[in-house]
């Protein structure tokens, strides 16, 4: 019998089986384990003893381990290896797992049990992490209406239903939009300025429409580099109209009164469930709390963040007024301007910097600064079976030589990987029966192979990413809790980028590039010229940036923060939110919200001020390291303490304090960015 169809794995460390494994018997398996689980859940159910935390909760937290472990296989595979039998197979199996944890989600028995159990809290004498795990189940089900009476399910199921239809509506229009239009140019002086790569790029596109000449359409990797390059002033305006009005024109993929239409449904099945606003609802599962929180947020951020904003937009009017002779910054030049300044005040490109980061040097440099930081070390083995031949696997140890984790690692790109680089989980690390069961980490990339003559360089962008990648990698090898839904990286949705965004910053330290930033061939360390340039560079802008960002995460929030239906003109209330942020000059025939797909048809709603959040908490968390020293053993030591291995069995914000003994605060991050005065 196939490994796969097994009831645990009898590899090393039962380690994915993956030399065993044949499409065919993903199906099988997944519906075998299925099966298992459910039978693991109806004996949760007709336990004829009252419920406890014992019988109810863990023993639904452990059911479905292998079910957990072949479809985490199936899915990582899907991602990193995959192929048409894959990806057809997908097709079966993602409706067989929704409709399997539905079933739970509805099971009105086994909410009597847990709910049974949560009212019983107070008298249990939980620790910590019990308490979240049985929170975090009722809420699995209250948050979708368990406790709700029959009608009102219906309602709410109602509401499901319309919100999933006009979010893909909304999808499909932005979509239409972005498709309709094109750029489409046949004199080659009109593309003055446009890199090699982006012209080609063009010219195979207008060859794919029968055309003569070159296209752009209003894609990222088409819109960008005209935006960034081109000369032509008149065209950068078209496209960013074009660009801001998608959904917005008036004509059948206008997105205006779907948009309202959800911001109502959503505040609706918040009212139903017992929440204000749809924000008090999502915000809940959050380290922020409240919707009030948020707002307070961002408005700190904006009042320190608005005088270098303003500073860097004279900054770059005056320049563009220079060097373009325009009398007035428009939207269509901040692109422009911004690459031709940072040319002229770095001089600092990629090929330069390419040499000095060897893959292999990154990947021992990487290895080294966790070594010092947490005592871990990387033994490669061959020891484990892996799913391409050019996956790398590691066990990790600490200093007693204890096996903390297993770590795969793919770099490089093949044709049944995905774009992009992430961290992924194998096997979730849990402690039951007194055995603590360590976990398998997987990181992949697609950087660059190395040839017969050339070794894998990197760029400093794809240093930073596989830092980052590493640093999620950490949270999940280093997890140490009970329960493996709250082990590792399973933290609320703000939280979970801290790890992998605090390590980013160790490439920008000179301590840390001395171990790894060698010249390839010839030893020498990266000049610490170079160094400096690329931290001025990084935050290169960064208050205008800044008032972007906010400006989108306020956005979010008026739709959700706050009762949406007197919202009845998209364009003047949108118009309003932004006053606090504006620089450029307004353009009457553009519209954010109505292709704002990060929080209408992405799962961004009332979320988009998470990006700015993790990046105060990163810069807070490494303004303590540099404090005592970027290696400082004292600070690791904490923060493994109270964050790598803590997972989400705490509210974040408490592990933080912990860590931090505050709570975190914005300044770090306007100092890194140089928007306010360093220390
Ligand atoms: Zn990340």
Redesign the pocket.
Known sequence: MANLLNNTFTTPYKTAPFSAIKNEDFLPAIKKEIQKTKEEINAITTNREAPTFKNTIEALEFSGEQLDRITSIFYNLNSAETNKEIQKLAQEISPLLSEFGNDIRLNETLFKRVKSVWEQKEKLNLNKEQQMLLEKTYKSFSRNGANLANDKKDILRDIDKQLSTLSLKFGENVLAETNNFELHITEENQLKGLPESALEAAAGEAKERNKDGWVFTLNYPSYIPLMTYAENRELRKKMSLAFGSKSFQGNKYDNREIIRQIANLRQQRAELLGYKTHAHFILEERMAKTPEKVTLFLEELLTKAKPAAKREYTQLENFAKELGSIDKLEKWDGAFYTEKLKQKLFNLDDEKLKPYFKLENVINGVFTVAERLYGLTFEETAEIDKYHKDVKTYKVLDENKELVSILYADFHPRGGKRNGA??TVYKRQYKLNGENSRPHISIVCNFTKPTESKPSLLTFNEVTTLF??F??ALHGMLANTTYPSLSGTSVYWDF??LP??VLENWCYEKDALEIFAKHYQTEEIIPMEYVEKIKESATFMEGMQTLRQLSFGMLDMSWHGTDPSNIENVKKHEDAVFEATRLYPETPETCMSTAFSHIFQGGYSAGYYSYKWAEVLDADAFEYFKEKGIFSKEVATKFKNNVLSQGGIEDPMELYKRFRGKEPQPDALLRRAGLIEKK
């Open positions: 992430w961290m980052h990648e640093g999620h979970v980028e992998s965004q």
